[in-house]
């Protein structure tokens, strides 16, 4: 899965290939593993009908070098995915498998 990173809420900041995928694994690692795991409970609520995942973090946090989910004056980031091979799995259900490899340390399972 190809994994773009498409805006930043006061930034358009597309980047493609490793470097999203880096910022992924970054991104990921460094919330709280209680983030994390609102996330993956709650993944729909974090896609759009593209399959494009938003992530709200704390701005005064985050510029401090801290990340954590919050909805009030946050930082948004927007990922979007795109297949690279024809999966049967519907979009929110791959960005799961996804998102729970990076949870269990094992890297984004299409790297395979």
């Known amino acids: ?20 995928r880096s910022f992924l694994v970054h991104l990921w690692k460094s919330l709280p593993s209680f983030d994390r795991a609102s996330i993956l409970g709650a993944l729909s609520n974090h896609l759009d009908q593209s399959g494009g995942l938003h992530l709200r973090v704390d701005k005064g946090e985050a510029f401090r070098g801290i990340l954590r989910m919050k909805d009030q004056d946050p930082v948004k980031i927007q990922l979007s995915f795109r297949r690279r091979i024809k999966s049967n799995l519907e979009p929110e259900e791959e960005i799961k498998q996804l998102l729970d490899s990076l949870e269990n340390g094992l890297g984004d399972p299409t790297d395979q």
């Open 1 to 20: 899965m190809d994994i773009t990173v498409t805006r930043f809420e006061w930034l358009n900041c597309p980047i493609r290939g490793a470097p999203a």
